[in-house]
């Protein structure tokens, strides 16, 4: 250094070296860059938990003690079967819930098969719901197969999210359910076309099989279809009704199908669940093992056809029935030689009084065609028509047959549409008919009946029904006497405690409760009499007395399910008795 330097200079450097040196941070950082490095990445992972630990706070969606979720279902089911399951959701706040939806989880091995409502998508898992107000509830419901191994516990879940109609927050609320599974011994499905063609004949087949180490015997298959769906014919041909098969024996790794044919009728896009369940009859009691179903999708048809009737669902004895016929080419090509078919099936309808036109009746089924109807020979591209026709009811009935109905149906073919397409049938039912009948005879005291003087008589209730059964049926009367005129005899004796009177309303109630089937045709009319004593006044002097009025009876028809009621006798009097001595002496007082 001393070559280096002057004096001078080497004296300011000495100073330099001996003063104390200020701290740099800079410099800190540039002599310590491992120690800083360090020192920086936790600060940063630090805040970044922070960070992320307030906002999982803030994005945690809050849950509402007062809204309930639910899910109902079976507890346990058989590998391969079919489960129904409620989702139920209830609204306990005192505001409405809004921007609702559902979001379902399913198990590993099921698959979705159906669901009302509609979910957003062919999975369904998702459900928007409407408006739920305060204090409702409501549900979905979903039906999946379910597979796996015996004894694998199988979990649905569901989460509901939703908004109060007065709060802006998001709200969610969870539930789920859990189904044990069980091996299987039968198994079951449908298998068919996913469309199907308005009103045209569609095959399903049902197929079952005996996978168990044991015999079956007593087997019962049972289909549902759904409103739209006709069946037309199957093989093998049902044991009951037109949805009921009996399978006597399954052996062992036996199998067996059923081809069914129906109609589907509805709107375009709309979906039929046909619901398919096998069990055993067990003391006369279907017990169902295992179900199954299947969704078929309606697609549109080139010609439509479409019966309607006035009344629509049910018709008196004398009624005359207005069909119409409403048919039309959904195409964009014209149809040529149209062909209109229409059969009616019933034992109360008139067929020698039908009133048609331009048509050609044979027995029940009458023909429209180009030959009798003239614009029938081109239906144009989205071109349509109507018919209508008449059919009376007769008056009267002459069989013991119970629950009859009126049924149309019709088919609908062309040049271009050699298949036939159906229309939906159409069903009348026969309504229950009450009749009644008041009675009365002299029995003792003033004949002819004289002022401050008593008599006594007999009044006689007779009741008689027609074609169905009726239920929690009861008469009714006013009784226009004193109180004191009601003498409580009654007969016969098993009536006493349903016919009985009312002193402070003035009322006569007779309970008669159960009304079988051609009640008073086929079996005794229901009757019961009552003694009545009549002690006239002086007001009633050179007149007939007024016994009772707005005499009338009403029931349930378990057939069609509406109230029916019988005609109201307005008031019976003195005059009205068919009694010999009043006939003699008069029914006026004296």
């Known amino acids: 250094m001393d070559e280096i330097f002057d004096p001078n200079q080497r004296d300011e450097l000495n100073e330099h070296l ?21 020192v920086a990445a936790a600060v940063i992972a630090v805040a970044v938990a922070v960070l992320v630990l307030v906002s999982q706070k803030q994005e945690a969606t809050p849950v509402s003690n007062n809204v309930f979720l639910s899910i109902k279902g079976p507890s346990q089911i058989s590998s391969g079967n079919e489960a129904e399951y409620r989702i139920v959701y209830r609204n306990g706040e005192n505001s409405d819930l809004v921007s609702g939806s559902l979001e379902l989880f399913y198990p590993s091995g099921s698959k979705f ?27 979905v419901k979903v039906r999946i197969k379910i597979s796996g191994a015996t004894a694998e516990d199988k979990v649905i879940a569901a989460k509901f999210n939703y908004k109060l109609a007065d709060f802006n927050s998001e709200f969610e609320v969870k539930a789920e359910a859990r189904t044990l599974v069980l091996a299987p011994n039968l198994t079951l499905d449908i ?6 063609t308005v009103g045209q004949d569609t095959t399903f087949v049902v197929n079952y099989s005996n996978v168990s180490n044991q015999d079956f015997d007593n087997l019962v298959l049972q289909l549902q279809y759904p409103e739209g769906v006709d069946f037309v014919s199957s093989s093998p041909k049902p ?59 309606i697609v549109a048809a080139p010609m439509s056809l479409k019966i309607t009737a006035e009344p629509m669902d049910v018709v008196d004895l004398g009624d005359t029935i207005e069909f119409n016929v409403e048919y039309a080419n959904q195409s964009s090509i014209g149809m040529t030689n149209v062909v209109i078919t229409v059969n009616l099936e019933s034992s109360i309808l008139d067929l020698s009084r039908v009133t048609v036109y331009d048509a050609i009746v044979t027995g029940s089924t009458i023909t429209w065609k180009s030959a009798t109807l003239s614009n029938l020979s081109v239906l144009g591209p989205n071109q349509k028509g109507e018919i209508t026709f008449r059919a009376p009811v007769r008056s009267n009935l002459t069989s013991n047959v119970k629950n009859l109905t009126v049924r149309a149906s019709g088919t609908i073919k062309s040049d271009q549409m050699p298949n036939i397409a ?43 029904n027609t074609s169905n059964d009726i239920i929690d049926s009861e008469l009714r009367a006013s009784l226009l006497l004193p109180a004191n005129a009601w003498s409580n005899i009654v007969v016969p004796e098993q009536e006493k405690s349903n016919l009985v009177y009312d002193p402070n309303s003035g009322i006569i109630k007779w309970k008669t409760g159960s009304l079988p089937a051609f009640t008073g045709k086929f079996t005794p009319a229901r009757l019961a009499t009552f003694q009545l004593v009549v002690t006239p006044t002086e007001s009633d002097k050179g007149k007939s007395v007024k016994l009772l009025s707005d005499v009338g009876i009403e029931g349930l028809d378990t057939f069609t399910n509406l109230p029916v009621k019988s005609d109201v006798i307005s008031d019976f009097a003195t005059d009205d008795l068919d009694d010999e001595v009043f006939d003699q002496k008069g029914s006026a007082v004296q």
């Open 18 to 38: 001996n003063e104390t040196p200020a701290f740099s941070f800079r410099d800190f950082i540039k002599k310590n860059k491992v120690i800083t490095g360090a």
């Open 113 to 139: 098969k159906s669901a009302v409502p509609a979910p957003l998508s062919s999975n369904g898992n998702r459900f928007t719901l409407p408006v739920i107000k305060a204090g409702s509830d409501g549900e």
């Open 191 to 196: 298998t068919g076309p996913i469309d199907v």
């Open 239 to 297: 044991s009951k009704d037109q949805n009921i098969f009996s399978i006597p024996r399954l052996a062992v790794s036996e199998s067996g199908r059923i081809e069914v044919t129906a109609t589907f009728n509805g709107d375009a896009n709309q979906e039929k669940l046909i619901i398919a369940e096998l069990g055993q009859l067990i003391n006369n009691t279907f017990a169902p093992q295992l179900s199954t179903s299947a969704v078929f999708k």
């Open 422 to 464: 159906r229309a939906s049938e159409r069903e009348i039912k026969l309504t229950s008919e009450m009749n009644l009948l008041v009675s009365g005879k002299y029995l003792s005291g003033a004949a002819p009946m004289k002022v401050g003087q008593s008599t006594t008589f007999a009044v006689t209730f007779l009741v008689t």
